[in-house]
């Protein structure tokens, strides 16, 4: 049993009450890891540092050059890494080692981005209506960030908290999720050699409640920024009321993969299989509404069937297995329950709709199912897990309907030919993001996010730096006249 500890003031501290909770290998189903519980008393102090450190300390004299020096420094920490750190999240996960491994040094290129993004922040002169006055704008950083993240993709997820948070001046407490948080523990020992100061990211661990709450609620932090499931983010909204944070949202979504009768087929296959059965459908981006022609359907469902009961499910760490177990039980009865709802309600199983024999009881099979009306509960209703419902479709106006009838709008997927088709669809369709003839690509340049119940705000790109600042107004008067009195009338 491995004992870990939270990075609170550059300092890895047990919690104060000793408390802690086990972490589980979903492969394997045995507890490898033990974490602390954070006490209320702990995410204050957390977040106490952290302000102490945005305002006092050394990260607050620092340039913004400076600033991106200590970013690039932990960029390349994440790359030299990323071996080490993919094998702890995929033990602690379950997601396929050559996932974690790739996806950790891909993340280096974020914050290399965000790094390159710190000394680009700047302000404006505005051409004011006074002749005598010069005004002017700076961004200045907002102060304490509440970042909490879910146990899938979370050195991703952070990173595009962390990166834009510390290029604009900030300091960070985040919350690991207690699915899974060695992975962003032993990130945190990267902080230090990159040269931050003391008490600029703290990370901290534990459940909603405490932890969760006593963090988002507080009154020193400026700004939450939260990804995770609409269920908590009701709780987060109620919390910022006591604090007014400032907060962005990416709460996952239904995502529809639209296909249609002209698409490359192999290609849309290939998309299907990336955008619901890479990570074990445990993705934000989860592409788990096909939405297709019917006169392709029946063709490319066959194909697709005929990859999914061929796929390799086993050891996550083993590079020829192409599945790896769901992360917890929550995942698996939930789903189980919604696959008979759905049969209950007349879908059709195509393939899947069971538990796969493997190393735990957490490995289900790839399962799709055919659903004769979009009523189906399962139509509308995340998974989290590789189970793919379909609909079918005769018009392109038909399609877009089905793609919009949803109270989700984080992701969509588009495969055709024609790209006249494909540049309407994309302006139809309500999401975040539309990918036109690929699925889940990602970059630190491009904006990310959602709408409706997946939530606002927007992160990576750009502007997400500049939303973690806030414009400070100055006004200079020029004139060499004394000012006139205010109580005289002119």
Not at 100 to 118: C, L
Not at 214 to 234: E, Y
Not at 320 to 333: A, D, I, N, R, V
Request: charged share 20%.
């Amino acid at each position: 049993m491995k004992n870990y500890k939270m990075l609170i003031a550059g300092e890895w501290v047990s919690a104060s009450d000793n408390g802690s909770f086990t972490s589980m290998d979903p492969s394997t189903g045995n507890a490898w890891a033990r974490i602390p519980e954070a006490t209320a008393a702990d995410v204050d102090r957390a977040v106490k540092v952290a302000y102490h450190a945005c305002y006092d300390g050394p990260w607050s004299r620092m340039s913004a050059t400076e600033r991106g020096h200590c970013l690039r420094r932990l960029a390349d920490l994440l790359s030299e890494h990323s071996e080490s750190l993919g094998a702890t999240e995929t033990r602690d996960t379950g997601k396929m080692f050559k996932e974690t491994r790739w996806q950790a040094k891909y993340i280096s290129e974020f914050y290399h981005f965000f790094a390159g993004a710190a000394d680009k922040i700047n302000g404006e002169t505005l051409p004011i209506d006074k002749p005598e006055m010069f005004v002017f704008t700076n961004r200045e950083p907002l102060g304490v960030i509440a970042a909490v993240v879910p146990w899938n993709s979370q050195l991703f997820l952070s990173a595009v908290k962390i990166g834009p948070a510390l290029a604009a001046g900030n300091t960070v407490v985040l919350k690991a999720s207690e699915h899974a948080s060695a992975a962003m523990l032993e990130f945190g020992e990267l902080i230090t050699k990159a040269g931050i100061p003391d008490g600029v990211v703290n990370i901290v661990t534990g459940h909603g409640d405490p932890c969760g709450r006593v963090l988002t609620s507080h009154p020193l932090v400026a700004r939450v920024s939260f990804t995770g499931g609409p269920s908590s983010a009701r709780h987060v909204i109620g919390n910022t009321r006591e604090n007014f944070a400032e907060l962005s949202l990416e709460l996952g979504g239904k995502s529809p993969l639209i296909v249609f009768d002209d698409a490359d087929i192999e290609s849309a296959v290939n998309g299907a299989v990336s955008g619901i059965f890479a990570a074990s459908g445990q993705s934000c981006v989860a592409g788990s509404r096909l939405v297709i022609h019917e006169a392709i359907a029946d063709e490319f469902l066959q194909r697709l069937a005929q990859i999914a009961n061929q796929a390799k499910i086993g050891d996550p760490m083993a590079e020829e297995t192409e599945m790896g177990p769901l992360c917890t039980h929550g995942q698996l009865e939930n789903i189980e329950r919604e696959v008979a709802r759905a049969i209950e309600e007349g879908g059709r199983v195509i393939c899947g709709g069971e538990r796969a024999v493997a190393g735990s009881e957490l490995y289900y099979r790839p399962t799709i199912i055919d659903c004769p009306s979009p009523d189906l509960h399962i139509v509308d209703t995340e998974l989290f897990g590789p189970v793919l419902s379909v609909l079918r479709f005769k018009t392109e106006e038909e399609a877009l309907a089905l793609a919009n009838d949803t109270v989700h709008g984080l992701a969509a997927g588009i495969f055709t030919r024609d790209s006249a088709r494909a540049l309407r669809m994309s302006r139809g369709v309500r999401a975040g993001i539309v990918w036109v003839n690929t699925y889940r690509a990602v970059s630190p340049i491009a904006e990310f996010g959602g709408m409706k119940t997946s939530g606002y705000g927007r992160e990576s790109g750009f502007q997400a730096v500049y939303d973690y600042t806030r414009p400070k107004t100055v006004w200079m008067n020029t004139s060499s006249e004394p000012l006139g009195s205010q109580f005289v009338a002119r």
